[in-house]
Nanobody, 122 residues
Framework: QVQLVESGGGLVQAGDSLRLSCATSGRTWSRYAMGWFRQAPGKEREFVAAITWSGAPKVYADSVKGRFTISTDNAKNTVYLQMNSLRSEDTAVYFC???????????????WGQGTQVTVSS
């Protein structure tokens, strides 16, 4: 079993920054990759970023490339998503997830956190 707990969401204005954290516990040593996904009201869950526990490779959705940064702290078993230059269209519930494979496909991830709300006002 793997447990994931997201934190760091909130209400910010356009142009502001937030850092999301995903604390992992359980059999994390067996997991290879971590991903961030988001889901806005009335929309499907979409890929945001992914990384392996070694720190590479990394991949980003085109919509966040250059503004978001994914990183890991192996000592803390935590994955971060630094979000800069936030836009109203970034408003969503953000989820972290873990997988045995490095992937941008949500179906490849089998453990998920409960999500954290990010709201960006324009």
């Amino acid at each position: 079993q793997v447990q994931l707990v997201e934190s760091g969401g909130g209400l910010v204005q356009a142009g502001d920054s937030l850092r999301l954290s995903c604390a992992t516990s359980g059999r994390t040593w067996s997991r290879y990759a971590m991903g961030w996904f988001r889901q806005a009201p009335g929309k499907e869950r979409e890929f945001v970023a992914a990384i392996t526990w070694s720190g590479a490779p990394k991949v980003y959705a085109d919509s966040v490339k250059g503004r978001f940064t994914i990183s890991t702290d192996n000592a803390k078993n935590t994955v971060y998503l630094q979000m800069n230059s936030l836009r109203s269209e970034d408003t969503a519930v953000y989820f972290c997830a873990t997988s045995y494979q490095f992937s941008t496909w949500a179906g490849q991830y089998d453990y998920w956190g409960q999500g954290t709300q990010v709201t960006v006002s324009s």
